[in-house]
């Protein structure tokens, strides 16, 4: 089973701009659909942002549409979350996995049978 690794959460403030990293050892990201979910406390798992295995086609959620971006590196074996503009209500565990197409068009999970989820990384955006 794939784990990825998420990387590249910090502490900033309102406006702010962080990079995510998701990876994954022994296994080509380049070839799956990458979405970029987050979690607060007490509420479900959310879709943020995915990317297609076949045309590199981008889709995001409403609330992070021209603030986040999501790309790849397939040299490095890389999927990056950019995120600009941060709001204290991006505040939230990333975690990066592997969905279906379908649901990587809908931005929302779960991650595909052999993807299971990462440790995340924390992002918390003051005000």
């Known amino acids: 089973q794939v784990q990825p690794v998420e990387s590249g959460g910090d502490l900033v403030q309102r406006g702010g701009s962080l990079r995510l990293s998701c990876t994954a050892s022994r296994f080509h990201l380049d070839t799956e659909n990458i979405a970029w979910f987050r979690q607060v406390p007490r509420k479900e798992r959310e879709g943020v942002a995915c990317i297609m295995s076949d045309d590199d086609a981008t889709h995001y959620v409403d609330s992070v549409k021209g603030r986040f971006t999501i790309s790849r590196d397939n040299a490095k074996n890389v999927v990056y979350l950019q995120m600009d503009n941060l709001k204290p209500e991006d505040t939230a565990v990333y975690y990066c996995?592997?969905?279906?197409?379908?649901?990587?068009?809908?931005?929302?999970?779960?991650?595909?049978?052999?993807?299971?989820w990462g440790q995340g990384t924390q992002v918390t955006v003051s005000s």
């Open positions: 996995a592997i969905v279906s197409s379908l649901s990587c068009r809908l931005v929302e999970g779960p991650p595909l049978s052999y993807s299971s």
